[in-house]
């Protein structure tokens, strides 16, 4: 499902040159909820953001679903982020002028849906993160636990083959962010097609819930 071949990433801070990820080869398999662990400035978010397209390898290839980002025009990265990708963030990303339910829609409004068309789907995802007494509240109004939710529920609208997790507790307390990924690995295994999952964190126990883990340090993968 994902692919990384030799993969290098190097980005130009100042007058110096910085590699995030180096000569990594690692695949993710369908249906598979992988771990990424290693501490702050290891490479985590990048591999993601590689994985995610958001980001292009400097040297190597990542492949998702069989094609290598790097030979995507922008309209197909576009359309692959939007379609066959779900991203849920740290800092939740969701817009404070909308409510649950228009953050939820997000997704599917971008990419041509009319509000009534998909509130159906919408309104399930809500309820199945627990979110349907505030469908009409704004992000200001909720706490971290539902910010989070919310946030899944965006990333599942999709109904994406793969859900890129980028430090998703990393703003809750732990008994929260216990719940909010535990409700992550339940809804990510229903509809008769897991979907894979990418989790990056710097959390052990956070990673004990994933089907593999495997670690990253300077860049690098290490035993």
Partial sequence: ??????????????????????????????????AVVGPSGSGKSTLLHLAGGLDLPTAGCVEVAG???????????????????????????????????ENVALPLLLDGARLPAV?????????AVALTPRREHRPAELSGGELQRAAIARALVTDPEIVLADEPTGNLDSRTGQDVLRLLRVLTAEGGRPRTVVLVTHDT???????????????????
């Fill in 119 to 127: 509130r159906d789907r919408v309104r399930g995802l809500i309820d």
């Fill in 205 to 223: 126990a956070t990673a004990a819930l994933a089907d593999r883990r495997v670690a990253l340090c300077d860049g690098r993968l290490v035993p």
């Fill in 67 to 101: 094609v290598a980002t790097s030979r995507m025009s922008d309209d197909e990265l576009t359309r692959l982020r939007r379609r066959r990708l779900g991203f849920v963030f740290q800092f939740f990303n969701l817009l404070p002028a909308l409510t649950v339910e």
């Fill in 1 to 34: 499902m994902i692919r990384f071949e030799q993969v290098t990433k190097t980005f130009v801070q100042g007058d110096r040159e910085v590699t995030a990820v180096a000569d990594l080869t690692l695949q993710i398999a369908s249906g598979e909820f992988l």
